[in-house]
Structure formats: C-alpha cells, structure tokens
C-alpha cells in the first residue's frame, strides 16, 4: 500500500517551454500533497505544500508563478513548470500523505528528472 | 529551529560488515524521526520511523533507536549486502507538513 506514481520519469524541453508533472497516489487518498526539488548530491528542498481543493503554499524563495501547483482531487497533484530555463533542470519529487491515522508520514514518488536544453 | 545532521559521507563498506550511520537532530517540541533510502534514479523510500523517545524503529534489518538525551537516531545494520548500496536520509517532523531532512549518506557495499 502507499505508493505514490510520478509522470514522465524523465523529460527534456527546450527553453522557454512548459512542463507539466503529474503525482498521484494510487491506493489511498491524500488530502495533503508536497513537491520538492532534489540537486545532484544534495537533500531535498520543500517547493511547497498543496492541499486538495485550495492554493498552494509556496516556500520562501519559490516563484509561485513559475512553479504552478494545482490539486484538483485526493489522488493527483500537478507541478507546471513554465518557462523553463536551464536552471530549472532538477530532479523533482513529489510526496503524499494519507486521510487516514497516521498523519505524519509522507510516502514519497520515484522523481522526475527534468533537463531543459 | 529544526535541522537534521548527520554524517558525511561516502561510506564504503564490505559485505557483512557492520553499518552506522549518525544522526542528530535539533527540534521544538516533539518531532517524529524517519529515516528514508534513495536507491539510484529512484524517490525517497520509508525505511523506519519512530515517533516517541526510546522507541526503536526496525525494517529490513536496519534498526534506530530515538535517543532524547542526545538527540539521536542513528541507523545501524549488523551485515550490509551490496543491494543496501543508496543514499540513506534522515528526517524529522513536527507537524507532518515541514519536514526536515539532512544531506544524505551515500553508502556504497562491495562484495
């Protein structure tokens, strides 16, 4: 149980292009949804945190409007991120937390590597 | 403020061998403590929790003890295989929402 998908695994864009990342929980349901974004050799750093049906809460330092956050349901979140830069190339990844008891352990996807040429 | 610490790596070891892994961890009130392992071009997976002082968490062989006297929750295993070979983090939360991980341990096992 818990598991947490991600797609693509792996994309390359151009720059100036938009990117779409999908997460979804595939067998329960997760009220709250979180991104991060991992550099090579480095821990992950907290984008921000969505909750199904309202806005996302963004990290300091993350651009809201570069790094678009939608939850539309208890089993998908998606991260768009527009106007992609070569800076922008990461590996993102996303996590889940159930509605059930335990709330505190967040059950991670398999990462998505973007690379923006 | 909260913030996770552990050891640098990376760590080599032989198959068989004994394996630590240091954590330490500051932290407002109680927070629950997580180590997670990254196999290469994967996510983050739950390797073990605990949630409360003295409680030792165990999967697959690896085990850590929440010590509150010295803000510990070190990773042991008594004999790694080369299919331990990832990167092991240590993690904490408070709320469920923020968590803190530390840098991450690269282990490498060889036969």
């Known amino acids: 149980g818990a598991v947490v998908s991600q797609h693509p695994s792996r994309v390359i864009c151009k720059s100036g292009t938009s990117v779409k990342i999908e997460c979804r929980s595939l067998d329960f349901q997760a009220t709250t949804m979180f991104w991060y974004r991992q550099f090579p050799k480095q821990s992950l750093m907290l984008m921000a945190t969505s909750n199904e049906g309202s806005k996302a809460t963004y990290e300091q330092g993350v651009e809201k409007d570069k790094f678009l956050i939608n939850h539309a349901s208890l089993t998908l979140s998606t991260l768009t991120v527009t106007s992609a830069h070569p800076e922008d190339s990461s590996f993102y990844i996303c996590?889940?937390?159930?509605?059930?008891?335990?709330?505190?352990?967040?059950?991670f996807g398999p990462g998505t590597r973007l690379l923006v040429l | 403020g909260n913030s996770v610490t552990q050891m640098e790596g990376p760590v080599t070891l032989s198959e068989e061998a004994f394996l630590t892994i240091n954590c330490t961890y500051t932290?407002?009130?109680?927070?629950?403590l997580f180590w997670y392992v990254q196999y290469p071009g994967e996510g983050l997976q739950l390797l073990l929790k605990?949630?409360?002082?003295?409680d030792k968490g165990s999967n697959k062989g690896f085990e850590a003890t929440y010590r509150k006297e010295t803000t510990s929750f070190h990773l042991e295993k008594g004999s790694v295989q080369v299919s331990d070979s990832a990167v092991y983090f240590c993690a904490l939360t408070n709320t469920g929402n923020q968590f803190y991980f530390g840098t991450g341990t690269s282990l490498t096992v060889i036969p």
């Open positions: 996590s889940a937390r159930g509605a059930g008891g335990d709330q505190e352990t967040q059950y």
């Open positions: 605990a949630t409360k002082a003295d």
């Open positions: 932290a407002t009130g109680y927070p629950s």
